[in-house]
């Protein structure tokens, strides 16, 4: 069931979500994951897979950081906090991120015409 | 960053395990709070989850590398390899040790003496100005071509060099020079000390500063100090100041007494502070103005040569071209002082060349020794790791057919002679440590040799040694790995037919290449050895046994009426010969083997004049009558010296017999005379004596006695001569002397035979260095060609065994496998010939009277070389003609 086929999600995108979803606030794990699914319509589904080795990877370099602390639900969780560092990486990725949406939305709209673009 | 992750990865495990947990509770909580029962909703949250190891797992791996996990498994492997076969393994890092360690002896004394740089502001830009002949085929006393500087000379280059922008700073140093050093009330230090002869140096006052040192305590030279006649001034030796001042900052400006004449010293020179040339100096401990103590003309004499001019190049301007322009100078000043003995060119060097260029053959030799040294060990050891393959051709064959890779083997490998190399390092930087106490020990004649040590710069060299050995080693042993036949040897079992060839192949080219070596190295030693033996017999002309010197100096200031010398050496004279044991004793101003004793020019009366510029340069000695006698040194022809003939009576000469050669070809010199060029004062020839060598490696120079009596000199050399040993004369000597004038030092107190054996201890040094690494090396290389044939027959044990059943001699097989194993070892010895020849012309300056094409030495070595060789074959080869063929056919 792990491996029920997901809308695959595009290479570094993950990174730059987990980023955009500490800009919020300090979060742990699951709400890392459930805020990014329900950002997403639950149109993308994150895999534990990949997201603890990706929170871990930014950690190291230096875009996150991270403590022990007590959830919502008062159980010992480890939170991720935003660095300078990574609030810099975040708008850097956006940016180049909104350039890349626009290039593709510009080339794929006109060849096809819009239908249910609205999920 | 990411080797901190490799190191913290289960940490970062045990983390994400605990990262996990929570979201799974997370995860059912919130499931559990949709109404579903406890148990489902775990379930679920799990589900959600996913395989837990494979996460972890993928965590895992991204803080891995994999090369460093890797590495480790092949050390680790390689390791447990080595374990296995301790006796191979301590074989192999024992001669690691030996090899390693006597290279980065040799390089740590190389980098401490060559190489570093002069303790001095900007050392590349000083230089060490010297004056020389410029006359083709002009032969130099000892080969050298520096020659000391006149004070004339130098002052016609300052003149010259002076102008808005010089091309260089020119400053004087004469190293060399001696006191008597003495305490007394109201001066420096403690009063009562006993008298002593310090080594000096003279230099002129802005000396300091062109080197770019400044005095630690007090002050430099002024111009005013460096002038005849001005206020005596000196300056001490960090080292003089703590030993005889108690390092009393107090001392400056305070008195020494320097032969007896009260000196003001004006500084301390820091504890850094250090001047060696190829003149000596470093043993200076008093530095005194050169102005003031050579008194007037120092700079209008061109014919006294007793200075080195020490230069700080101004930036951008070359040696050569400040040594081009000087030439241009000194050629005037010969042009208008055409005497003889001024000479009429400039040559120059580094001064770090001045101070180390005459040792920079001889350590180069002996570091490349060391390499070839471990050259030897490093093909030693791959031959041996070659036939560990072999004999581990199974196993690896087995490996290659579950898929090891090539380059893994290969990395393998690397990794044991790593291993090995490592631990031979670690233990050669300790031996090392220990040869380097007894380097500095040995050779104390070295400049700079007390600063040698084991820096971070040797320990990198020490590390690259290792690295380039593991890397030698591994690679050589692995230049075939056989595997053609993996097939072949899996069917074979332990008997490879035929798979061995390219390891047979390999081996006898790597003991062939290792007996080349050897011979390079035993003829470099024999022929070291030869010269040193050659130097150790030399004749001085004396006999050296049972002969002690010792010098004194008496000051002018205590001994200042004539005859007052006289009577002292006299009385002195008469009290040694009429101690016990004493079978002769003389005076000499320097006795033989030690030194150039000073020269002069001179013309003979009764021969027509000579043409300007044509004198003849006889080395002088003064002598009392029975110095003769007590010396040795015999009588050729007419008569010596009489006690009558002192002081104003004093004008007689004897001269040496080449001197007689030079100065009268085919004549009597007796009663005829010589007369000096510069005093023209004429003596009357009474006598001709047998030659003496001046310097142990020199040939004698025509030498003229003049009396000692004739009141000229206060510095004399005592010759005892003893009837047992003369070492057990010394204490009582100076006993005796030190009871008629307390406040008189005696210095240099040595046998004549040390003086044979200090001249000798570099070529004594070198050559046993040189001896020890070839017979490491010939052992090494003997062990390598048993070892090849050893396993040869055993690997043809079946075959021989055929053989031996099918009616082949033994005999016959004997010879057979003897030649077998000796073939290498005899194109071995035909290449190291040839390397030889050309090897031992980097050594001929070392070599004393020894050819380097020496026929003895090359001879010798190759006739010890076949034996040892034919002694190392011998055994296997008589073992294989000795085989039961039952045996060896069941065997095989």
Not at chain 2, 191 to 211: H, M
Not at chain 2, 244 to 263: C, S
Not at chain 2, 762 to 791: D, H, K, R, T
Not at chain 2, 816 to 832: E, N, Q, Y
Request: proline residues 5%; glycine residues 10%; hydrophobic residues 45%.
């Amino acid at each position: 069931m792990a491996n029920r086929p997901n809308p695959e999600m595009l290479k570094g995108t993950l990174d730059m979500m987990i980023l955009r979803t500490l800009a919020q606030g300090d979060a742990h794990g699951h709400t890392i994951a459930k805020i990014i699914e329900r950002g997403s319509e639950d149109v993308l589904e994150v895999e534990q897979g990949s997201l603890y080795p990706a929170l871990h990877r930014l950690e190291d370099r230096g875009w996150v950081s991270s403590y022990w602390g007590a959830s919502a639900n008062n159980r010992r969780a480890k939170f991720y906090q935003l660095t300078a560092v990574g609030r810099k990486r975040l708008l850097h990725e956006t940016q180049h991120w909104r350039r890349m949406a626009r290039a593709i939305a510009l080339v794929m709209g006109e060849t096809i015409p819009a239908r249910g673009g609205k999920s | 960053m990411s080797l901190r992750r490799y190191f913290r990865r289960g940490r970062a495990d045990q983390e994400l395990k605990r990262e996990l947990a929570t979201f799974v509770e997370e995860e059912a909580a919130e499931v559990e709070a949709l109404g579903v029962a406890a148990a489902e909703a775990r379930r679920r949250a799990r589900l959600k989850l996913g395989n837990e190891e494979r996460i972890r797992e993928e965590l895992w791996r991204q803080n891995s590398m994999t090369w460093l996990d890797s590495l480790a498994r092949d050390a680790r492997f390689a390791a447990r390899s080595l374990r296995r076969s301790p006796a191979f393994a301590i074989v192999a890092i024992l001669v690691m040790t030996l090899g390693i360690g006597a290279n980065v002896a040799l390089y740590a004394v190389v980098r401490g003496v060559l190489l570093r740089p002069l303790p001095y502001a900007q050392p590349q830009q000083l230089v060490a100005i010297y004056e020389t002949v410029s006359l083709p085929g002009y032969v130099f006393d000892g080969g050298n071509r520096f020659m000391p500087v006149a004070g004339g000379s130098f002052g016609a280059w300052r003149d010259a060099l002076a102008g808005p922008r010089p091309m260089a700073e020119l400053s004087l140093v004469s190293p060399g020079q001696q006191y008597n050093l003495s305490s007394r009330a109201g001066g420096a230090g403690a009063a009562g000390q006993l008298p002593e002869k310090i080594d000096a140096a003279w230099c002129s006052s802005d000396f300091f500063a062109t080197l770019g040192v400044t005095p630690a305590l007090g002050r430099g030279f002024a111009p005013d100090d460096d002038k005849p006649g001005a206020p005596a001034t000196a300056m001490l030796t960090d080292g003089l100041w703590r030993r005889r001042f108690d390092a009393d900052p107090a001392a400056v400006g305070k008195m020494v007494w320097l032969d007896a004449a009260p000196y003001t010293i004006v500084g301390v020179l820091p504890a850094s502070f250090v001047y060696e040339s190829g003149k000596g100096g470093s043993a200076a401990q008093v530095w005194t103005p050169a102005g003031r103590e050579y008194g007037a003309g120092l700079t209008s004499i061109f014919d006294d040569h007793q200075f080195v001019a020490v230069g700080r190049l101004a930036p951008s301007v070359t040696l050569p071209e400040l040594v081009s322009r000087l030439n241009a100078v000194q050629r005037g000043v010969k042009a208008s002082h055409p005497a003889p003995a001024v000479h009429d060119a400039v040559i120059g060097r580094s001064l770090l060349d001045d101070a180390v260029s005459d040792y920079r053959t001889p350590l180069y030799s002996l570091l490349a020794a060391a390499g070839c040294v471990l050259l030897i060990a490093c093909m030693n050891l791959a031959g041996l790791m070659l036939a560990r393959h072999a004999a581990r051709s199974q196993e690896i064959a087995v490996r290659a057919a579950l898929g090891a890779s090539r380059t893994r083997l290969l990395r393998e490998r690397v990794m044991e002679c790593l291993w090995l190399a490592a631990a031979g390092a670690a233990l050669g930087l300790a031996l090392a440590r220990l040869s380097l106490g007894w380097l500095v020990r040995a050779r104390p004649d070295l400049n700079r040799i007390d600063a040698v040590r084991l820096d971070a710069g040797t320990v990198w060299f020490t590390l690259a040694v290792m690295a380039a050995c593991a890397l030698l080693t591994g690679v050589a042993s692995s230049l075939r790995t056989g595997d053609a036949s993996l097939a072949g040897v899996l069917r074979g079992g332990r008997q490879p037919k035929g798979g061995g060839r390219g390891h047979d192949g390999l081996r006898r080219g790597l003991v062939a290449a290792e007996v080349g070596c050897t011979v390079v190295l035993l003829i470099g030693a024999g022929l070291l050895l030869k010269s040193y033996q050659r130097l150790r017999s030399v004749d001085l002309g004396v006999p050296i046994d049972h002969a002690l010197t010792m010098q004194i100096s008496l000051p002018d200031a205590h001994y200042s009426q004539p005859g007052q010398r006289v009577e002292f050496f006299e009385r002195l004279l008469a009290q040694l010969r009429a101690m016990p044991g004493v079978s002769g004793a003389g005076l000499v101003t320097t006795a033989p083997g030690q030194g150039w004793g000073g020269d002069v020019l001179v013309s003979v009366v009764e021969h027509p004049a000579a043409p300007k510029g044509d004198s003849l340069d006889l080395q002088t000695r003064a002598a009392d009558p029975g110095y003769f006698a007590a010396v040795g040194l015999p009588l050729l022809r007419g008569r010596l010296f009489t006690s009558a003939e002192r002081l104003d009576k004093s004008r007689v000469v004897v001269i040496s017999a080449s001197a007689v050669k030079l100065c009268f070809p085919g004549e009597n010199p007796i009663g005829r005379h010589v007369k000096g060029e510069s005093s023209g004062i004429s003596y009357e020839v009474v006598g001709v004596v047998g030659d003496a060598r001046w310097r142990v490696d020199l040939t004698p120079k025509p030498t003229m006695y003049l009396p000692l009596y004739n009141n000229t000199t206060s510095a004399a050399t005592i010759v005892v001569h003893s009837r047992g040993r003369a070492e057990a004369m010394a204490v009582a000597a100076q006993q005796l002397i030190s009871g008629m004038d307390p406040d008189l030092p005696v210095s240099d107190v040595r046998t004549l035979r040390e003086t044979v054996g200090r001249a000798a201890l570099g070529a004594q040094i070198n050559s046993l260095l040189v001896l020890a690494f070839a017979l490491i090396a010939l052992l090494l290389a003997a062990a390598g060609l048993y070892g090849v044939l050893a396993y040869l027959v055993t690997q043809r044990t079946a075959e021989i065994g055929v053989r031996i059943a099918l009616g082949a001699r033994r005999g016959q097989l004997l010879r057979t496998v003897l030649w077998d194993g000796l073939r290498p070892a005899v194109i071995g010895l035909a290449c190291g010939l040839v390397a030889s020849v050309a090897a031992v012309r980097l050594i001929a300056s070392m070599l004393f009277n020894t050819p380097p094409l020496d026929t003895a030495v090359f001879a010798a070595v190759a006739a010890a070389l076949l034996i040892v060789a034919t002694i190392a074959c011998l055994m296997p080869a008589w073992r294989a003609s000795r085989l039961s063929p039952l045996t060896a056919l069941r065997a095989g």
